[in-house]
């Protein structure tokens, strides 16, 4: 077309100004068109002009008078003839880091165009402005108030395309040698809203002092163009910075040179459906493991830590030389997914890490495609760097491998769990990796856990799920254990947990929780059996359980708390199978634990609740193993496993009463000695020296324990109607009390013990002394524990938690069963994840804009003042007023039934547990009881309840330690 076509095509697209010359919006716009003259210009659609689908939520458009036609994706515009060949696909959302407003180098058809216009001057190569970024998108195809756009205009969708559509440095995309390229006008702009004006008004920038004043700049500086959608997606590469790909070992592949960017508008059980891919696939290459980091709100540093450490995980498989499997191409079979939680969640300074390191750039993302909400942004990068914990740039130097990374940064906050679909339902589907490994942020695994963790599974093609050992943090130099005696309590649980609970399961071959923050999982045992049978389907019932059109029960939304312990059960219990669970003590990893009392009160709450109700329900289903296809001894393994957790969860649940007669059975024997001393000839002689306190033992137990049961009334109180962030204090004084008493029963109960060795007559030998029948339960009880404690660390060269963390446990556990357990209890109507959901508030009215105008502050605002409208708005006024008030019955929403309904369930709990624990202790504490099973020693009286309890310790102590020993023989000489 020649430039006279040129203009009369021009022409046809501007209404009152001169011919050929197209206005823009000038990039302070304060309410009027920059520039216009006469009757505002009607611009050309979106379609024509490259603008995307999330620009046009405020930059609303209309078709030109002029029958013109358009095609998004042909990059035709036509008026009698096509106009000249012009590259299509220029890239929604890119910009070239090196353009800047005003400094954009124009293309030879800019150049051509203005030396012929004779309304351009020569020396401005570019005829337009950029249009700037908006500053509050609304959400796609709605305008500013909230109603559907009168001008909006439906997307086409272009055909499938081989590859990605890769945006060059002059802002093209290159398409391939059968597409004909076509010209495309770029001065023709859509017309925009006048409200948008507000949206550029410099005033509301940020300080440019301020954090982000770099983020506001980037967005204004956009380049709308326009991209070819890949099989009706949106997918662009975008060249990544200089620095990053200098700072590699490989500069000339595309996975290094561009990063890819997908806008997902599905939900991600549609995510293959749709028709989306990944790099890994379009890549041809088998993807052995599949890493996600799921992330929430959590700071660079313990991104950095988590991401570093599982690099050097991924260095670590390209340095096994001699495996099958690995070698110096491993990284090509392992892809790292990073899932983070809420647009609006994720902290800026770890997007600045991920940009960094080449995975995210600003002004890429779009918040709509074809009248659909985006649901996730992908961004794809094989990164050859990053920074640790210290923010110290790491890469080829440090003999860090290239990282295939998928960045998912979803649009709205959905919880863990949700991360988890996006990763095993969206991605994994897509990927179909070998194993999944499961890390949260903030969790660092050691150097070769990964490996250690999928050798489990190379070794047996029967394990479906696999954990490591997951350690307390302690600080440099075991600082937190040394200062913070619940960190060196938590310390102390994580390790007798890893030295005797897990490998004592794994033996079994049914572990009865993989954590989430270090675990893992053979993808092909966790498909489903059917639709909605199967690992994952159980796994995630518990994302809709606690939403107010959910039919669940309070039973299951508390039991799917706890739901990768479901995970567990569906994966060893499925049907025609016969998986089993393994632990990997080689595979270690060091986590973050809560350091105020406040934060852990409020995670054992689901911890204690939702272990409770699962561990219930697998208990009750356990016949479901016999559905399986396992062999009869690994039938009766599980047998005996669910038997032993059957007892385990008896005892949990008489805890508190348990633990209350230990204090009151120490008091008894006390009392003894007391009375003793009151007889006038007794007929069994107590020394007063028997007595720990020299006969004030008695008062001292007396005042003790009534504190203990205000103590605990007190908990009752707090857990019912207090948040533990809001009684700090109340709390801290109540772990004061408790401690306490833990020090009064070890020195009452050492102190028997010791003085009944001292003063047994040994003329009969060794076994006079093993006949006091206290004696030897005290002892039994206390070797079976903490001396098994002491053997077995020893014997997994772990024994230093028995010197920095054992008092401070032992002094912690009281607490832990009086406080923890009567909060968890009490708040099970309380079934949230700790998180809450995005909030999203309907704007019903207009936004008055203000302006200073000679001095005086104007406002501008929209308001109906038509005549007409106004007398049918009273009309209907006085319409409402003569209809009679219609009643309403006062009934309850489904979501108030809801909350009364878990309430109800919460005080039958409650109740349940008070009332048995409370009989408990009424029944043994009675005199008839004290009568028929209480005799005297050399120390006063003694139980036999409290017999019955100390070798119950025993045994299921010495239980826990022969399966420890069965997995330390059976997996030692295994790498």
């Known amino acids: 077309m020649d430039n006279n076509k040129r203009k009369g095509a021009a022409a046809g697209g501007s209404a009152g100004g001169r011919p050929g010359e197209y206005e823009m919006l000038d990039r302070n716009m304060t309410g009027a068109y920059a520039g216009s003259t006469g009757q505002q210009p009607h611009f050309a659609s979106h379609a024509q002009t490259g603008v995307s689908q999330s620009d046009l939520d405020v930059l609303e458009t209309t078709a030109p008078a002029e029958p013109y036609q358009y095609d998004m994706y042909s990059g035709y515009h036509t008026q009698g003839e096509p106009s000249a060949p012009y590259p299509a696909d220029a890239g929604v959302g890119y910009f070239h880091q090196d353009d800047h407003y005003g400094q954009q180098q124009g293309t030879q058809y800019h150049q051509d165009y203005a030396a012929s216009s004779p309304y351009m001057d020569p020396g401005y190569a570019q005829p337009y402005k950029p249009l700037p970024t908006p500053l509050m998108p609304a959400a796609s195809g709605i305008n500013r108030e909230g109603a559907m756009s009168p001008y909006g205009m439906s997307l086409h969708e272009a055909q499938s395309i081989q590859g990605t559509p890769v945006t060059s440095d002059d802002g093209i995309v290159a398409k391939e040698a059968t597409s004909a390229p076509v010209k495309i006008d770029p001065r023709i702009m859509p017309q925009a809203d006048p409200l948008v004006a507000s949206l550029y008004d410099m005033q509301q920038a940020p300080p440019p002092n301020a954090r982000k004043f770099k983020r506001f700049q980037s967005q204004r500086n956009r380049k709308l163009q326009k991209v070819v959608l890949t099989a009706g997606n949106l997918v662009v590469d975008c060249p990544v910075p200089k620095s990053v790909l200098q700072a590699g070992k490989f500069q000339e592949d595309r996975e290094f040179t561009h990063m890819r960017y997908t806008a997902v508008t599905c939900d991600p059980n549609y995510f293959a459906n749709e028709k989306y891919s990944l790099r890994p696939v379009l890549l041809e290459r088998k993807t052995e493991l599949f890493i996600v980091l799921t992330m929430y709100n959590e700071d660079e540093v313990l991104f950095n830590r988590t991401f570093a450490a599982v690099a050097k995980n991924i260095a670590h498989l390209c340095s096994r030389k001699n495996s099958r499997i690995w070698g110096e191409d491993a990284w090509k079979k392992v892809v790292v997914c990073i899932v983070s939680d809420g647009r609006a969640k994720i902290d800026d300074r770890v997007l600045a890490v991920l940009g960094a390191i080449g995975v995210y750039q600003e002004g890429v993302s779009q918040e709509g495609l074809k009248n659909r909400d985006v649901t996730a942004h992908l961004y794809e990068y094989t990164t050859q760097v990053c920074l640790d914990g210290n923010m110290n740039m790491i890469g080829p130097k440090q003999n860090m491998p290239p990282v295939q990374v998928l960045f998912c940064l979803k649009e709205k906050n959905a919880k863990k769990i949700n991360s988890h679909r996006w990763f095993f339902n969206a991605f994994s589907q897509v990927i179909n990796p070998n194993i999944c490994v499961l890390i949260d942020v903030g969790t660092k695994p050691t150097g070769t856990s990964i490996y250690h963790l999928w050798k489990s599974f190379d070794r047996d093609e029967r394990v479906a799920g696999a954990c490591g050992e997951i350690a307390a943090d302690l600080g440099k130099g075991c600082k937190s254990v040394l200062m913070n005696p619940l960190v060196a309590a938590q310390n ?101 634990v809560p350091d105020t009392l406040s934060e852990l009160i409020s995670q054992r709450r689901r911890w204690l609740n939702g272990s409770f109700f699962a561990a219930f329900y697998a208990i009750v289903h356990w016949w479901r193993m016999f559905g399986t296809s396992h062999s009869l001894y690994r039938r009766v393994m599980l047998t005996i496993e669910f038997i032993y957790q059957t007892i385990s969860m008896i005892f949990s649940w008489f805890a508190l009463a348990n633990f209350y007669l230990a204090y009151f059975f120490l008091e008894q024997n ?33 005042v003790f324990r009534e504190l203990y049961i205000l103590a605990l009334i007190m908990q009752f109180v707090l857990s019912l109607g207090n948040r533990p962030q809001g009684t700090k204090f109340i709390y801290r004084l109540s772990v004061a009390l408790f401690t306490i008493i833990m020090v009064l029963i070890t020195y009452v109960a050492m102190y028997g013990v010791i003085y009944t060795a001292v003063n047994t007559d040994y003329e009969k030998g060794v076994k006079s002394l093993l006949e006091e029948e206290k004696f030897r339960d005290i002892v039994i009880s206390m070797a079976s524990t903490y001396g098994l404690y002491f053997i077995a660390s020893f014997l997994y060269f772990e024994p230093w938690h028995m010197f920095t963390s054992f008092v401070q446990y032992t002094l912690w556990l009281p607490s832990s069963i009086n406080i923890l357990m009567v909060y968890a209890f009490c708040n099970t109507h309380d079934v949230s994840w ?93 005199d008839w009881f004290a009568e028929a099973t209480t005799k005297s020693d050399l120390t006063g009286s003694h139980n036999y309840y409290l017999t019955f309890i100390f070798w119950s310790v025993a045994v299921l102590a010495a239980f826990r330690f022969i399966g420890s020993m069965w997995y330390r023989i059976r997996f030692m000489f295994h790498d």
Request: hydrophobic content about 35%.
């Open 834 to 926: 700790g998180t809450k959901g995005d909030t999203v508030i309907e704007k019903e009215h207009g936004h008055a804009k203000v302006v200073e105008k000679d001095g005086v502050e104007e406002a501008h605002i929209a308001i109906n003042n038509n005549a007409e409208d106004i007398e049918k708005s009273y009309d209907e006024f006085i319409s409402t007023l003569r209809e009679p008030r219609e009643t309403k019955s006062n009934k309850r929403d489904a979501k108030t039934k809801r909350e009364d309904d878990n309430k109800i369930f919460r005080t039958a709990l409650v109740l349940s547990w008070m009332c048995t624990n409370a009989i408990l202790v009424m029944v043994i504490s009675s």
């Open 670 to 702: 006390l009392k003894a000695i007391h009375d003793n001393r009151k007889l006038p000839k007794p007929s069994y002689r107590i020394s007063i020296n028997a007595d720990p306190f020299h006969g004030a033992g008695y008062y001292v137990m007396e």
């Open 492 to 592: 102390f649980e994580y390790k007798i947990s890893n030295i005797l609970d897990k490998p004592l399961e794994s033996v079994f071959g049914y572990i009865s929780v993989l954590p989430g923050a270090f675990s893992a999982y053979r993808y092909s045992a966790l498909q489903n059996t059917s639709d909605t049978v199967g690992p994952l389907a159980s796994y995630f019932k518990g994302e809709l359980m606690h939403t107010d059109g959910s039919d669940s029960s309070i039973f299951e939304a508390n039991m799917y708390l706890a739901e990768d312990r479901i995970l567990c059960f569906e994966l060893v219990a499925k049907r025609n199978c016969n998986f089993v669970l393994r632990y990997v003590k080689k595979a270690k990893a060091v986590t973050d």
